[in-house]
């Protein structure tokens, strides 16, 4: 009972805020939009199964912005790298793996502010060939690449990009691969590659980075993570199916 | 108001490779060594964690900060060169060991006919076999003199393997270390290769195959085939490094002094002598001179030669007179090969970065030519280095690549993927070029390095003739789909190919058409050594570092004899 109402409260304030529409998973918990990955048994996957007072597994959710500060440009995010890395038979796509956390995470910090990369000018075009030479950091490619989303949604289809057929979202996506859509002081093919190599490593990054929810992308491709050594098996014909394991799991 | 320091005998400019091994040999002759490394101190405890594909792979955590330093980079003259503003086609190093903590150990020796490339070419197929514009020269050494260096670098690293390559040139003693574990991936490709009559063999490497202790005393560890080496220092210590075995060697004699966070900006030059450098603390931004005896430059190509050039020593080279010597011969590689989706599922995950056969038999000049428009060719590997997730997603050829079809079948290939390899030699042009740029500054005000580079027609002719044959080898180990490597056109400076970057330094025989001489002396001042990749006049079928410490290893004797009697040493 409380739990029901801890998820209808924590549902209207979903509604309420226009993140989404949240759906009821098993045990009671809500699996938003964006929210959490949801394991059969009811727990959160990723944050360690924490459980309420009285045994029951609950969800704590530890997971917050820390680039975006406006929720329908994280929400397009969230779609656009589901389309790329989505959802299937195999498991979780992007959203359940945490990717848009992720790619939120790293936008924060040194790769959104392209803390390593040479940013002096004078600033040229340049050919293919001569690679990225935008003033602009990945943090500001990212929202304008949001927010060009929208509006190519807005203009193409009259509706809003999370509220698009999974078609629609296709087509506007590939629009930006094909370089067919503007942006400024960056190509849409560059803010494109940006994003499909941000959900994979997202997706595939050790989970320590908030992506890769439960190792599940891992399982999926059966790579083993952090193993010390291979050496028992390095000679074995067979091939080796091993529990993964994150770097979060060594002693420090 | 630079601060002049207390004069010592050598000075380096870089602690990796080079800079490790002529500080290790001069110190331990007594010599007094300070070597000035602009990263940051690290060692073995540092790689703990080091299983982190997304922050050392992709986020580059050893290599150079581009921020503060990196090159510009055109295709020809009449482009506008540009910042190279992230890393990408090779991969730069910074910190103690340099790009030596980082390489994958896969250790070569060139072949002999590298050394003599000009003589031998012209000799068996006439002078015209590659055009004019072509800058093939002679190294001014045989490989049968850099033998007894070649000998002591793989001593020093312990190197692991098998005397088995039929083309290779004549060791005076066996590898220190058997050869590694021969997996049931690389035996799918010695037995392809046998199949087709040719000889496959183990791969050097410098991923041990069991602990070693070299002669200097330095312990190294055997490898765990954790299948993570290059992009990665290694936890073990069982990839041979700078750190864990020459840099403690010189730190033994009491002879070495290291500074960190020390930026050399500048060789200063008195007459026919250098004096010592000009170098900025990156902590507090002073400036100090250190006077030396000897100045050996021992950071990568491209600094080595940017820093001759700020410093005016020597004369620039001008592609439209090719008169000057000084950032000439730039040369590169080219990556043939193919890649083979099997049925089922292999150990591709576990791995190291030298583990790997190869076959030579379509390397160096060791197949005829005669009928063929380009020379040299590249070694042909099976590598098992360890495939990581974000990096691998192999998809077969007309499958989207991202959305639904893409998941599955870049999840399904990950394991059932292998690729035949080449290291595709790469001959100097005289376009191919390096320079100072006019415009473009680093964080201290000093011109960024340019480089003038494309593919050529060599290039080109190469990588299409062995493409054909790795194609062969694939379907031959029973691959259902082989995807053939693409064309190669213009040289593209953002998806990474190979940090095997060359010339620019070139040592020869002669000042008319070299930098240095064979011991790595540069012709313009007794008492400067120039030590690197750099001084490669071409770039062959190999990895580069087991030349390079050869190479070194020669410069050190030439040092420690200019130190007793001066002057120049040939």
């Known amino acids: 009972m409380t739990e029901d109402k801890k998820g209808l409260s924590r549902r209207d304030f979903l509604k309420t805020t226009g993140i989404a529409t949240g759906a009821l998973v098993g045990g009671g918990l809500i699996g938003g939009l964006v929210g959490y990955n949801v394991k059969k048994e009811g727990q959160v996957a990723g944050t360690g199964g924490h459980k309420g007072a009285d045994g029951e597994p609950v969800a704590v959710n530890n997971r917050g912005l820390m680039f975006f500060t406006n929720m329908a440009e994280f929400n397009v995010l969230a779609q656009a790298v589901e389309r790329i890395f989505p959802e299937d038979d195999l498991g979780p796509g992007a959203i359940g793996l945490g990717v848009p956390y992720f790619i939120d995470n790293q936008l ?35 929202r304008q690449g949001m927010v060009r989303m929208d509006e190519e949604a807005k203009g193409r289809f009259e509706k809003n990009f999370v509220d698009l057929e999974g078609q629609q979202m296709d087509e506007i996506i590939t629009a930006f691969q094909k370089n067919e859509v503007d942006m400024k002081g960056v190509s849409s093919e560059f803010f494109f590659k940006l994003l499909r190599q941000a959900t994979l490593e997202g997706a595939y990054a050790d989970p320590i980075y908030n992506g890769n929810v439960n190792m599940d992308a891992w399982r999926m491709k059966e790579f083993p993570g952090n193993q010390m050594t291979y050496i028992a098996e390095i000679e074995n014909d067979q091939f080796v199916k091993y529990e993964p394991k994150s770097l979060s799991s060594m002693e420090h | 108001m630079a601060t002049t320091l207390d004069k010592v005998d050598i000075v380096t400019v870089g602690v990796g490779w080079t800079g490790g091994i002529i500080a290790a040999e001069c110190a331990k002759a007594g010599l007094k060594v300070v070597g000035l490394e602009r990263g940051k101190d690290r060692n073995t405890a540092d790689f703990l964690m080091v299983h982190d ?157 069991e602990a070693y202790t070299n002669p200097d005393g330095e312990s190294i560890a055997g490898c765990q085939y954790c299948g993570f080496c290059e992009r990665f220092g290694c936890e073990y210590g069982a990839k041979t490094s700078p750190e864990i075995t020459v840099i403690p060697t010189a730190r033994k004699t009491g002879n070495f002094d290291i500074r960190f966070h020390a930026n050399v900006v500048e060789v200063m030059k008195q007459g026919d002598k250098v004096t010592g450098v000009k170098y900025i603390d990156t902590q507090t931004g002073e400036e100090y001179i250190q006077p030396a005896e000897v100045v050996v430059l021992t950071s990568y190509v491209m600094n080595n030669a940017k820093l001759l050039m700020v410093s005016g020593i020597g004369e620039q080279y001008n592609p439209e007179t090719q008169k000057g010597t000084l950032g000439k011969n730039y040369a590169y590689q080219v990556l043939p090969g193919a890649t083979g989706f099997f049925d089922e599922q292999m150990n591709v995950f576990m791995g190291a970065g ?58 399904y290939n990950y394991t059932r993927t292998l690729n035949v390899s080449t290291e595709g030699a790469s001959m100097p042009h005289k376009e191919n070029f390096m320079s100072l740029d006019p415009d473009y500054k680093d964080a201290y005000g000093v011109p960024l390095l340019q480089l003038t580079y494309n593919f050529t027609d060599q290039d080109r002719n190469l990588h299409k003739y062995i493409t054909e044959k790795t194609s062969a080898i694939m379907k031959e180990m029973g691959a259902k789909t082989v995807m053939p490597g693409s064309p190669i056109t213009n040289y593209d400076i953002v998806p990474y190919q190979t940090t095997h970057n060359t010339g620019g330094t070139i040592m020869g025989a002669s000042p008319d058409n070299s930098v240095v001489n064979n011991y790595l002396q540069h012709w313009n001042a007794d008492n400067l050594f120039v030590v690197g990749a750099g001084n490669f006049a071409h770039n062959s079928g190999y990895n580069p570092t087991g030349t390079v410490g050869a190479l070194a290893y020669r410069a050190a004797e030439g040092i420690i004899s200019y130190s007793k009697n001066g002057g120049s040493l040939v």
């Open chain 2, 53 to 209: 594909e997304y922050r050392y792979a992709m986020r580059y955590d050893l290599m150079q900060d581009l921020s503060k330093e990196t090159i510009t980079f055109r295709n020809h003259r009449k482009m506008r060169a540009l910042p190279m503003r992230q890393m990408g086609s090779f991969l730069l190093g910074e910190g103690l060991g340099g790009a030596g903590t980082h390489w994958n150990g896969q250790t070569w020796r060139f072949l002999p006919y590298d050394f003599e490339i000009k003589s031998m070419t012209d000799k068996k197929y006439g002078k015209n076999k590659l055009s004019a514009d072509y800058q093939l020269q002679d190294w001014g050494i045989t490989y049968d003199e850099l033998e007894p260096y070649f000998d002591k670098f793989e001593k020093t690293a312990g190197l692991s393997g098998e005397d088995k390559n039929p083309f290779a040139g004549k060791r005076s003693s066996p590898y220190p270390t058997p050869a590694m574990k021969k997996t049931p991936i690389l035996k799918k490709f010695e037995t392809a290769t046998s199949n087709l009559g040719y000889t496959p063999f183990m791969l050097p490497s410098a991923n041990l195959s």
């Open chain 2, 354 to 411: 030298s583990l790997g056969m190869t076959i030579d038999d379509l390397n160096g000049d060791n197949f005829d030519h005669s009928d063929l428009d380009f020379i040299h060719g590249g070694s042909i590997s099976m590598t098992q280095t360890g495939t990581r997730p974000i990096q691998t997603n192999p998809i077969p050829p007309d499958t989207p690549t991202w959305g639904a079809e893409f998941k599955k079948a870049s999840i």
């Open chain 1, 108 to 142: 924060a910090g040194n790769y959104g502010s392209n803390v390593k990369e040479y940013m002096q000018g004078p600033f040229f075009a340049g050919e293919s060939t001569q690679g990225y030479q935008s003033r602009l950091t990945r943090a500001e490619i990212f």
